[in-house]
């Protein structure tokens, strides 16, 4: 049973990433995730509007749509090259501006 989970092989760790490329992701991460939600908001919103202006709740029935915003290729690369030029030490700093 012990060969199933590898218990006897020796822990390979992965290899160590460059702290820029930590914080690029992150930001990265973080920017889709804020542009999720940004969505979410507006589609709650209008949601809520349709709701008082119609006095009928039809949100059962409709299915949520996917992510419409996109950002252009030039556009991402411009934004990872941003994030790439953020030390480390103040990544939190810049996602909790």
């Given amino acids: ?19 820029a490329d930590v914080v690029s992701d992150t930001l990265m991460l973080e920017f889709s995730w804020q542009l999720k939600e940004a ?7 209008e949601n809520e509007y349709r709701r008082l202006k119609t006095g009928v709740d039809y949100s059962w029935l409709a299915s949520t749509p996917r992510s419409s915003f996109s950002i ?26």
């Fill in 1 to 19: 049973m012990a060969s199933w989970f590898n218990w006897n092989e020796p822990y390979q760790r992965s290899p160590r990433r460059d702290p």
């Fill in 39 to 45: 969505e979410r908001l507006q589609r709650e919103r």
């Fill in 72 to 97: 252009s290729t030039g556009e991402r690369l411009v934004l990872e090259d941003l994030c790439s030029k953020v030390p480390p030490s103040c990544c939190g700093l810049v996602i909790l501006k």
